[in-house]
T-cell receptor, first 112, second 114 residues
Framework: GESVGLHLPTLSVQEGDNSIINCAYS??????FIWYKQESGKGPQFIID?????DKRQGQRVTVLLNKTVKHLSLQIAATQPGDSAVYFCAVYTSGTYKYIFGTGTRLKVLA | GAGVSQTPSNKVTEKGKYVELRCDPI?????LYWYRQSLGQGPEFLIY????????DSGLPNDRFFAVRPEGSVSTLKIQRTERGDSAVYLC????????????FGPGTRLTVL
């Protein structure tokens, strides 16, 4: 079946450094991709999205890169702050279906 | 409130019992999703409603799970004959029209089956 995986379960970074979280997906027909942040005891919160007709999208301190050739996307967080500590999920959507497939998540720990 | 709300926030039940979990979506959102999140995992799709109808229920694990949305707003996820393996956080999300519209998640209901 369709799968979405992440390369690292935990990522520790120094405050102020940049963070990169990766995600691989299996369905080449997938055309919409979202990164979510989930803090303890809360539901996932939308961070940034990208559609398959783009390969890069920037937000405030965050950038998502999409490589459709190798079915890989990444989330870059600039100048990581303590408030960025959370679990980050990628989610993949394929038009014509109704479901989002989530990855297993990467826990980001920001070290002071 | 303006966000998605879910009740109860925590539910402890005994194996074999019946439970209902409620989701109040954002007003006006026609699309509603239920997900299940086990510890250390990402949310797993269960069912998607567009209005009152279940457009995709392919994620429901078996016939003990059922969900309704009779008036196109509030939804209830019903689990019969609960098993210990049903223990998880059940998340609800809504979006304006579905598809690739942004989903807004509720805080979830933590279900523990003893």
């Amino acid at each position: 079946g369709e799968s979405v995986g992440l390369h690292l379960p935990t990522l520790s970074v120094q405050e102020g450094d940049n963070s990169i979280i990766n995600c691989a997906y299996s369905n080449s027909a997938s055309d919409y991709f979202i990164w979510y942040k989930q803090e303890s005891g809360k539901g996932p919160q939308f961070i940034i999205d990208i559609r398959s007709n783009m390969d890069k999208r920037q937000g405030q301190r965050v950038t998502v890169l999409l490589n459709k050739t190798v079915k890989h996307l990444s989330l870059q967080i600039a100048a990581t702050q303590p408030g960025d500590s959370a679990v980050y999920f990628c989610a993949v959507y394929t038009s014509g279906t109704y479901k989002y497939i989530f990855g297993t998540g990467t826990r980001l720990k920001v070290l002071a | 409130g303006a966000g998605v709300s879910q009740t109860p926030s925590n539910k402890v039940t005994e194996k074999g019992k019946y439970v209902e979990l409620r989701c109040d979506p954002i007003s006006g959102h026609t699309a509603l999703y239920w997900y299940r999140q086990s510890l250390g995992q990402g949310p797993e799709f269960l069912i998607y409603f567009q209005g009152t109808g279940a457009a995709d229920d392919s994620g429901l694990p078996n016939d003990r799970f059922f969900a309704v949305r009779p008036e196109g707003s509030v939804s209830t996820l019903k689990i019969q004959r609960t098993e210990r393996g049903d223990s998880a956080v059940y998340l609800c999300a809504s979006s304006g029209t579905g598809g690739s519209d942004e989903q807004f998640f509720g805080p979830g209901t933590r279900l523990t089956v003893l």
